[in-house]
């Protein structure tokens, strides 16, 4: 069903005209300096450049108070009586809240009060046009796409109109009030940018990936002082989990009417911040509460948005409207706030860690799998012995070391996201290296890190991404390529250029032909020289540049040899790729991996700790960089 | 006949408020014959130092809950004096809708709930439900018909929410006034119902005549209510006008040893408050239909029967119906009729009072601020206290009267509450005790 | 069972609660009478009964005379409802009780008339008699006490939220008044009234007393950073709470 309409700017009043004429059209009004979901009544009360609204559109399907039951004596009946609506102009991450409601109100058990409402409903989706002050669903739970709507319309730029996305056939059954047409091309084109700069001006306010972010969460339940200390200005009001989209906990209670004979059973949002949420009555007048202070409150909240509901829904119960935090009166219900917080507990810990620890001691990592990539290159899969979870950057790199031959830097060669192994390839060249390649799966290596800093994640997210690797620069490469592959979404056009000197010397053989395969990555090859055997391209590897149209506002990242930076480089000024672009992976010599021992210094940078991955702007004029 | 007499009406019924009455006659001659209030002093002056003033209003609203919407609005009134706030014309006239919904609510209720079971020989409403239903139906569809009316522009009637200094907190749509108008238009025909059975009843209400001075709102644009002058009426017809700040000289409080609550007078021994005083100072002011129902019930030049309090009320209960209307469509009319209006900002702090027309009277505010707006002092003179001294000066001349006339100790009783009913007091406002001081 | 027998009754206040019984409307009213029989009201009857159901008490304790008359409601009642804000918490008549001057300051040198025999505090009705339920508020909310009548009539505890006042504003998507530049106390207000005060542009002042537990400390931090003077928000909660302060 997915097919784009398109409806000029002059057209657009005279169809939600014309649908308010014939339906129930519910949508983004002024209220004051704040805006709600509301009945609109004509055209000009709708404002598709609201930043967010008080309460989410949950309200149209779980009212804050709803009838589950009318009774007369013994006689009752069900309360479902759906209202057919179109909820109009809903952002993405409201979207993404009612399939989370969605999710848990049909989990088990189907509750009809709710879905019956829901099924009534046609939802479309708009573009954010203003971003709210608080909000961070730029940087939240982006691995989770919005599913629920039935279209989605974006306005764009040139104010020319707006491109209508048809999801479903309760979507495309609005066509008929409005004058569209097919959008063309570049229209489409148009409204993805629309939607993708706007991700970017949403401030990055979780500087990490999120899912890291409920094992942290969790690993602080019972620090006390924190939870206090987080929730001493807490009114226990509630108002953090009235205002949010993805809290759906609810109260009921009967009520007789005047008669004293009829009455109803009503059901209302409860809030589990406020002090009578965990209360039970013991009898005479006695009660125990299982969430007695400020702080344990608190702290369930916030399990259950980081923590407890990940499972079911693919990621945290946040979608980073930050409506909890704009609405706080005592404003201490930013959920960012207190996830950076907690990070950075961790970081504190960390680094008191790291002084009571030996910089130089090593931890054992176990050969889970092994593997001879090439003839010199051999392919290994750790976990640590200990059991714990490895967390690094694509492009960062350890320390390995075998007792009695010595340590090495090598690059990760596996993406973060897989959090329980990682993978390093090693060429066998020199003393540590050539005994490193005689271990075989359940043999131990000896490991420090990461080291350094890798590829820029923040500024690579969103943006067209071109991979240049030479030979054994595929390696620490392939993190980043499969980080890129795990969450394609992220990112725009991904292209990947790799070049070797002969076919015998391309590894992950695997990988190439996947990637060859997929549809997510635009991949070339080439190598230097080869037997009639080869049927791919032959040549250097800037003869490759000439297969591919380079958009200018690419993301250059280059991996290899020293020589091939120059020719590379040369080949992307011609295409216009400002050199803040692009990114470089250096390789010296490194010792200690702490920018002490001195051997990997250029200039006044450490490749070991200020690299390996830097600016090609940064290094360009350094001496002896390249 | 020189027989004894003893009435101890230890807190009369149906009044807002505690109040005694006290009659004791030995042989003929009157030992006692008084009017007590023994009201719980509840030092609203001493509530109201260092509260903002935005504040006072919310404060002072609770002195009475049966007049709290003219209690705000004195109170609001006198505050805006004190802050050098000039409210716009629109507001003025919305609070005039308000006011009189205030007083057709207050006047519904007293004539057909409080006084009517005595014009009916009934001790209360509730046996009235199933012996005059439909009345009884008619009069509690008008109490919620004036509670609706005062409701949507005051938010509630029981201390209302949004009248504020400098306007409204949030002001009506010409919607809203189009709506109000339906709704009043509506119950035309159980207002005619009302009239029309207080007229059949009038019989009933006593005669008595003690002609004394009366004290009211008077304004050369309409009939006083919500804003004017302050006019004194002579039996003989004689008007005088004060400005509102000049109050004091008008109240002259003083303390009565039989009494907690403090009383007035001016020119007389004593002066009348309340629909009576209204009518008879500014009659000629009434909207046409209020004047016809005047006519009809004979009242057509000033009234001296304090038991008529009760009529002039109906009858400002048409007159607040019909000017209403006049208002809505006057304010639905006028292009510049914005909903939105901003509040108006204080200009100054200092002092300010107020003289507003509740359901029992003329209600003065009065109030001083400090340059943070915080509260330094306050006054009210309540329009119950000013009556005070009127019903203690017609108790002495109608008990005498009806020892002459031989009456029963029973209707003696009956005619004494009866005539305090007729005042309609409100004595948790008299007992206030806003700037009391006794004498020594 | 025949309906049971309903009394009133009033001490200091300003009787604004029994007024709102008047505010039903005809049907709603007249449909409450055949469910209860209200068999003295000073204010709108003349009858008298010496036995009671459910007796509502109006108004605060605020003069060691009126213990005898309380008592003796409590004696001729089953069941003894403080009926609002004063009679509850003391309500608006407390906002003078941590003056140690107020009789001095209103009366001058006739302070110590009997006359004006007066408790130095207001205090509600529970510091004389003992109180089954409490009806909230000021004024009392007219549909809440229907619900609190049902569930007496059938022998239900009445429920009463102890949740703050700002579940109701963002329940009715009431902009907060402190995004309109006021102040305001629903974060320590409690609950039940369904928030008309913030819906109708004015702040809440804690009519029906604090939640089990406010934070008050939290409370004058945030109206400072709002900006109110220092002395202001530290006397802020006194109108309807000056029980209820932790300095009270």
């Known amino acids: 069903m997915m097919k784009t309409c398109f409806i000029k700017d002059q057209d657009f009043p005279v169809f939600i005209k014309n649908v308010i004429a014939s339906e129930n059209l519910i949508g983004p009004i002024a209220k004051q300096n704040k805006f709600v979901f509301d009945k609109l009544d004509n055209p000009e009360e709708l404002r598709l450049d609201y930043d967010v609204t008080i309460l989410p559109p949950k309200k149209y399907f779980f009212p804050p108070s709803q009838k589950l039951i009318e009774f007369d004596g013994e006689k009752y009946h069900d309360c479902i009586d759906p209202k057919k609506i179109i909820l109009f102009g809903v952002h993405f991450y409201d979207i993404k809240s009612l399939d989370m409601t969605d999710y848990l109100f049909t989990e088990g058990k189907t509750d009809m009060n709710y879905m019956a409402n829901r099924d009534a409903a046609t939802i479309i989706g708009s573009n954010i046009q203003n971003v709210s002050e608080r909000a961070f669903w730029g940087c939240i739970g982006r691995e989770v796409k919005p599913k629920g709507h039935d279209g989605f319309i974006t306005r764009l730029k040139d104010g020319s109109g707006y491109v209508y996305e048809i999801i479903s056939h309760k979507g495309e059954s609005l066509l008929t009030y409005g004058i569209f047409r097919d959008a063309t091309e570049d229209e489409i084109s148009a409204a993805t940018r629309v939607n993708e700069e706007i991700m970017l001006e949403c401030e990055a306010r979780l500087p990490f990936p999120t899912d890291q972010l409920a094992e942290r969460v969790r690993a602080e339940f019972n620090n006390e002082e924190l939870w206090n200390e987080l929730a001493e200005g807490c009114f226990s009001c509630g108002t953090c989990n009235t205002v949010c989209p993805t809290c759906y906990c609810f109260d009921v209670h009967d009520q007789w009417n005047l008669d004293q004979k009829s009455g109803s059973r009503n059901r209302y949002w409860d809030a589990c911040l406020t002090s009578e949420f965990a209360k039970v009555s013991l009898g005479a007048g006695s009660s125990e509460n299982f969430r007695s202070t400020r702080g344990e409150r608190f702290r369930h909240r916030i399990m259950r948005k980081a923590v407890y509901l990940n499972d079911k829904l693919g990621g945290p119960a946040c979608v980073g409207c930050g409506r909890c935090s704009t609405s706080c009166t005592a404003d201490i219900a930013d959920p960012a706030r207190v996830y950076n917080k907690i990070m950075e507990l961790e970081k504190e810990a960390e680094v008191a860690a790291q002084r009571s620890q030996n910089i130089f001691m090593p931890k054992q990592a176990m050969i889970l799998r092994a593997h001879q990539a090439t003839a010199t290159e051999r392919h290994f899969t750790l976990k640590m012995a200990d059991g714990s979870s490895v967390h690094f950057e694509p492009g960062q790199i350890l320390e390995v070391s075998l007792f009695g031959y010595g340590e090495i830097p090598i690059g990760y060669a596996s993406s973060p996201t897989r959090t329980r192994t990682f993978d390093i390839v090693v060429r066998a060249v020199g003393r540590v290296s050539k005994a490193l390649n005689k271990l075989d799966v359940g043999d131990s290596m000896f490991v420090r890190g990461p080291l350094g800093h890798g590829f820029p994640m923040e500024k690579l997210r969103s943006q067209n991404i071109l991979i240049i690797a030479g030979g054994i620069g595929l390696c620490p490469t392939r993190s980043l390529i499969q980080y890129i592959m795990d969450r394609r979404d992220e990112f725009g056009k991904f292209t990947l250029f790799y070049g070797t000197r002969s076919p015998s010397e391309r590894m992950f053989l695997d990988d190439l032909i996947d990637w060859h395969k997929s549809p997510d990555i635009d991949f070339f090859e080439t190598v230097d020289t080869a037997e009639d055997s080869w049927d791919g391209n032959i040549g250097v590897i800037t003869t490759l540049f000439e297969k591919s149209k380079l958009p200018s506002d690419t993301r250059v990242i280059i991996c290899g040899p020293p020589v091939m930076y120059k020719f590379v480089i040369r080949e992307l000024d011609k295409a216009g790729i400002p050199h803040d672009n692009i990114y470089v992976d250096l390789e010296r010599r490194m010792k200690c991996g702490i920018g002490k021992c001195g051997h990997c210094q250029i200039n006044d940078k450490y490749v070991c700790k200020d690299g390996p991955v830097f600016p090609f702007s940064e290094v360009e004029d350094l001496e002896e960089a390249l | ?440 | 069972m025949g309906k049971p027998k309903v009394g009133f009754f009033d001490f200091s206040s300003c009787e604004g609660c029994q007024i709102e019984l008047t505010n039903y409307g005809d049907a709603d009213f007249l449909e409450l009478l055949n469910h209860i029989e209200i068999v003295e009201f000073r204010e709108a009857m003349s009858e008298k009964a010496d036995h009671l159901d459910i007796a509502c008490i109006e108004g605060s304790f605020t003069r060691e005379s009126e213990r005898k008359r309380l008592e003796d409601i409590r004696a001729r009642a089953d069941v003894v409802i403080s009926f609002g804000a004063c009679a509850s918490t003391g309500g608006i008549n407390a906002l003078k009780n941590h003056q140690s001057d107020f009789k001095e300051y209103v009366y001058g040198k006739d302070a110590d008339s009997p006359h004006l025999q007066s408790n130095l505090k207001a205090l509600p009705v529970e510091a004389a008699i003992k109180v089954d339920y409490k009806v909230l508020g000021c004024p009392m909310d007219k549909y809440e006490f229907l619900n609190i009548v049902s569930s007496l009539l059938h022998g239900k505890t009445p429920y009463i939220p102890d949740y703050p006042v700002c579940v109701e504003c963002k329940r009715r998507e009431t902009i907060c008044r402190f995004d309109l530049g006021d102040h305001c106390l629903g974060m320590v207000a409690r609950a039940g009234c369904g928030a008309p005060c913030p819906a109708d542009g004015i702040p809440c002042e804690a009519c029906r007393g604090f939640v089990t537990n406010p934070n008050e400390d939290s409370l004058e931090k945030v109206l400072i950073d709002h900006g109110m003077p220092e002395e202001r928000a530290r006397t802020k909660s006194r109108m309807f709470t000056n029980t209820m302060r932790s300095d009270a």
């Open chain 2, 1 to 440: 006949m020189k027989k004894d007499v003893n009435i101890n009406v230890h807190h009369l019924t149906r009044v807002e408020g505690h109040g005694n009455i006290l009659v004791d006659v030995k042989k003929g001659k009157i030992e006692e014959c008084t009017w007590q209030v023994p009201e719980s002093p509840r030092f609203f002056e001493a509530m109201i130092r260092g509260r903002h003033y935005t504040e006072v209003a919310r404060i002072t609203s609770r002195i009475c809950g049966i007049c709290s919407i003219g209690h705000t609005l004195a109170s609001v009134k006198a505050t805006e004096s004190a802050c050098g706030i000039e409210i716009t014309e629109q507001v003025k006239k919305l609070r005039t809708i308000l006011k009189h919904a205030e007083n057709f609510d207050s006047h519904v209720l007293h004539v057909g709930v409080l006084v009517a079971p005595d014009l009916l020989g009934a001790p209360s409403v509730f046996p009235l439900v199933a012996s005059h239903g439909p009345v009884v139906a008619c009069v509690l569809r008008l109490k919620r018909l004036g509670h609706e009316w005062g409701s949507v522009l005051a938010g509630r009637t029981t201390h209302p929410t949004t009248v504020i200094p400098g306007g409204f907190s949030k002001m009506l749509t010409k919607k809203d006034l189009v709506d109000l108008k339906e709704k009043i238009l509506a119950s035309v025909d159980d207002i005619n119902t009302l009239v029309a059975t207080v007229a059949s009843l009038a019989p009933n209400i006593p005669a008595f005549d003690r002609p004394t001075e009366y004290v009211a709102v008077s304004s050369d644009d309409e009939y006083g209510l919500y804003d004017g002058l302050i006019q004194t009426t002579m039996p003989d017809g004689k008007k005088e006008r004060f400005s509102v700040a000049d109050y004091k000289l008008v109240t002259n409080e003083y303390v009565s040893p039989n009494s907690t609550a403090k009383y007035a007078k001016h020119n007389m021994d004593s002066y009348a408050a309340g629909a009576l005083a209204r009518f008879n100072n500014n009659r000629e002011q009434l909207h046409p239909e209020a004047k016809k129902i005047a006519e009809a019930l004979g009242m057509t030049s000033l009234v001296t029967n304090p038991y008529l309090n009760s009529a002039a009320q109906v009858i400002e209960c048409v007159h607040s119906v019909y000017d209403s209307l006049r208002l809505i469509d006057e304010l639905v009319a006028d292009p510049d009729y914005d909903p939105h209006q901003e509040l108006v900002k204080p200009t100054r702090f200092g002092n300010g009072s107020s003289a507003v027309e509740v359901p029992r009277g003329i209600l003065f505010h009065e109030y001083t601020y400090d340059k943070e707006g915080m509260c330094i002092g306050g006054n009210c003179i309540i329009p119950t206290n000013q009556n005070h001294g009127n019903i203690q000066l017609d108790f002495d001349k109608l008990v005498p009267e009806m020892l002459e006339a031989d009456k029963s100790e029973e209707e003696m009783t009956l005619a004494l509450e009866m005539l305090v009913r007729a005042y309609d007091p409100c004595i948790s406002c008299s007992a206030h005790y806003l700037d009391v001081r006794f004498k020594k």
